[in-house]
């Protein structure tokens, strides 16, 4: 019999983070400034951590030299626009596991209505001696509590 | 005699949009948290729009039915960090016209340093009856304006 | 047998708005950089409106001339850092009912431990014809709702 | 002889920090969204700190402790709107020094036009050993550079 591999999808945890526009997130055309979605979406990838159990990044520092996740790149599609008083979900998940980094994925929607898919690459960040950042090689620590 | 078709340099008009980078667009680790980036990028490729003539929403509303230029897609790549006290330059230019819709790209630097490059998507926005958005075929008067 | 007034904490119908501190909300001091506190105050206060039954500004311009409550005066006093993580309480009331104007305040704690007491002055904002921001009258529609 | 006190106003040097108002400042009523105009202040105020030679916070922190300047209390008074393509100057300076505090005031204008008058409260900031924010005497360093 043929060794079948799992689907992905099997292995990618996905946590949601909910949100609610407000009348400040929107712009003189009434919809949601964009800027402001990547906002959340960093929100979601941290909010994703804490439920995996990752502590503060003032600890990991400490424990692993991990000062956070700073993004690499990030692809992001915009499909239908969001305004004041819409409740968004944000369903987060790690969708790739590399050596030093990461794709982090959200599917963004109010109810049915699909309003953007990014994906991204993120590192977990420390310092070089001079305090420059550096990526680092996933910590084992982390990537176990969040598969 | 043959025709030969202008490079694309030749025609991409750059305007450099500058801005500082202040200590609350840092985050804990001290580098600008990255939704404050697009927040310049939006304000640069509204700049490119300005001083190529275009003049604000509310009139080109008024004349064009065109509310503003909302983002369809983004792609960005992060490849050194900024911090307060940083002046960036955001060079800015449309490198495809397509016929609803439009590639502005930016590449950030501070001095000889690359930030970031970002690559978009926007539309031409105008309304539906019911006021959803839609993309307008590309106005010839504004196309013009910005070559 | 003489007039007695109600006491003016009898009338005040307070109402909570709860938010998370995120970790771009924080500064690379740390702590909450204090716009965001701003932010949330103006969620807060947009909230209390909807939880009294008041609709979307695009409805009440439609029906009232109000576009919205632009501040004319705040007063803040910080009490307590914040950081993220912190799940922030705004207790939000309406203090003062003014002819064209009315003190709206916030009591915002974590826990048992204040972060700050805000007290503002607000309009409820028309237009004249020119475009021009306007104070109108307080709508007695919208005040019998919120108090 | 009499000792006659200089008039505060001699003291009281005053700096200009000038920003441009973008399309994603403002809200749906087409003005700046107010929590705006406080992130503008915020850089005002180390702008001013900047013009001074006053070095970054890393560098206080290491030499004299101070972290920052944490706000401690605002009180601002918005008497004009303000829109995209604007260009504000926020005149700043220090009004008052007081032991463990500081007054910094600003007045913003569009041209001759008043926007709003903004007065703080600030400390130099510093760490108690478990990390607590706690007010340091004013540091004469620092006060003498600014006068």
Redesign the interface.
């Known amino acids: 019999m043929q060794d079948t591999p799992a689907p992905p999808s099997a292995a990618a945890r996905e946590i949601v983070y909910r949100t609610r526009v407000?009348?400040?997130d929107?712009?003189?055309?009434?919809?949601v400034?964009?800027?402001?979605f990547?906002?959340w979406i960093?929100?979601a990838s941290?909010h994703f951590f804490?439920e995996c159990g990752v502590p503060?990044?003032?600890d990991t520092a400490a424990s692993l030299g991990v000062?956070?996740t700073?993004?690499?790149?990030?692809?992001?599609?915009?499909v239908n626009?969001a305004s004041?008083?819409d409740t968004l979900e944000f369903a987060t998940s790690i969708r790739e596991w590399r050596s030093k980094s990461f794709v982090q994925a959200y599917r963004v929607t109010r109810g049915e209505v699909l309003i953007l898919e990014c994906e991204e690459v993120r590192i977990f960040?420390g310092r070089h001696a001079d305090g420059?950042?550096r990526a680092l090689p996933v910590p084992p620590e982390i990537r176990r509590r969040c598969e």
């Open positions: 407000e009348f400040g929107c712009d003189p055309a009434g919809i400034w964009f800027p402001n990547f906002r960093d929100a941290r804490v503060r990044w003032e000062i956070g700073p993004l690499v790149d990030t692809h992001t599609r915009f626009t004041y008083g960040g420059r950042l």
